[in-house]
């Protein structure tokens, strides 16, 4: 049995790493969005997919059509909204009409853009809450609960989660999900913000 001296000395360099990074949260948040994009690409590579495309809801031929329409000066009437569309716009400038061609630029939208910017979100909300150390753990169960979840699920459900649920939860959609998500992350962040100060504005 290990004395008690002997057993802070064994966690000694745990203990300083674990320091080493409290002090450092950005180096985690990093190593997280890292961690995260390397997860989505072993992801992408082994969920049933046909090329770029992952399963859909099907609203993503309404946004990528009306995103090329308004692009090349139509504004065309749509059932799904304009708030999707917009951001797309640029992109039917570098796509072609059909959406799959949409695609890469979507996910590189997603993944590289708006995917940092909800880590960032889920550890700025979590450390207004509870502190610094909800804030890492907080950051690192949202890079890495998608995936661990995986074997939870039962088998006449499983399926359906990895192949239809998870490419969209992880931005390989041409939906607004991901998008709205993110959005919503950070209105709650800045909701937290406002509440912690004392300025009426």
């Known amino acids: 049995m290990l004395s008690a001296e002997a057993a ?5 360099p745990a203990a300083a790493l674990g320091a080493w990074l409290y002090a450092r949260p950005r180096h985690v ?7 995260h994009w390397l997860a989505v690409l072993a992801f992408a590579l082994a969920v049933r997919h046909n090329g770029v495309v992952y399963y859909q809801g099907g609203d993503q031929i309404g946004y990528t059509t009306t995103a090329w329409l308004v692009a090349h000066g139509e504004l065309p009437p749509t059932f799904v909204g304009y708030g999707w569309v917009l951001p797309l716009v640029p992109v039917a400038w570098l796509a072609r009409a059909d959406y799959v061609s949409f695609m890469p630029w979507i996910f590189a939208l997603n993944v590289v853009v708006l995917a940092p910017v909800a880590l960032a979100c889920v550890y700025g909300i979590a450390a207004r809450i509870g502190g610094r150390v909800l804030a890492l753990w907080a950051a690192a169960l949202w ?4 995936l661990l979840s ?3 699920f039962r088998d006449d459900y499983h399926e359906r989660f990895v192949d239809q649920f998870l490419p969209q939860a992880l931005g390989l959609s041409g939906l607004a999900d991901y998008p709205s998500m993110v959005c919503l992350l950070v209105a709650a962040y800045l909701t937290i913000r406002v509440l912690e100060g004392a300025d009426w504005t």
């Not at 802070?8 to 000694?12: D, K, N, P, S, V």
């Not at 948040?29 to 961690?35: E, K, P, R, S």
């Not at 890079?143 to 998608?146: D, H, T």
């Open 29 to 35: 948040l990093v190593g997280l969005l890292v961690a």
């Open 8 to 12: 802070r000395a064994a966690l000694a």
């Open 143 to 146: 890079v890495a609960a998608p």
């Open 150 to 152: 995986i074997p939870f």
